[in-house]
């Protein structure tokens, strides 16, 4: 069993920066591959960003690729995300999430642990 929790959620003007984290507890921390998700008010569900544990490669989504950046410290259990160049469009509830496998992947079904979503709001 793993347990997530993330912080760092704000309100931001647009062109601002977050840094969110997510502390996960259990051993098994650095053989999971980890991801960020987020959900905007009436959407569905969005990837943004894949580490796997195996070779801590990062895979991100289109949208947010050179502007957020992914990291992860095995030795603290945590998982964070730097947002850079925030847009309105980037308001959203996000989410880390574990998946029980050292590759990472952008489909929200494969992940077993979810975190309770910490609210990022970017005004223009």
């Known amino acids: 069993q793993v347990q997530l929790v993330e912080s760092g959620g704000g309100l931001v003007q647009a062109g601002g920066s977050l840094r969110l984290s997510c502390a996960a507890s259990?051993?098994?921390?650095?053989?999971?591959?980890m991801g960020w998700f987020r959900q905007a008010p009436g959407k569905e569900r969005e990837f943004v960003v894949t580490?796997?544990?195996?070779?801590?490669?990062?895979y991100y989504a289109n949208s947010v690729k050179g502007r957020f950046t992914i990291s992860r410290d095995n030795a603290k259990n945590t998982v964070n995300l730097q947002m850079n160049n925030l847009k309105p469009e980037d308001t959203a509830v996000y989410f880390c999430?574990?998946?029980?496998?050292?590759?990472?992947?952008?489909?929200?079904?494969?992940?077993?642990?979810w975190g309770q979503g910490t609210q990022v709001t970017v005004s223009s």
């Open positions: 580490i796997s544990s195996a070779t801590g490669i990062p």
């Open positions: 999430a574990a998946r029980t496998s050292m590759y990472g992947s952008d489909s929200s079904a494969d992940y077993a642990y």
């Open positions: 259990g051993r098994t921390f650095s053989s999971y591959a």
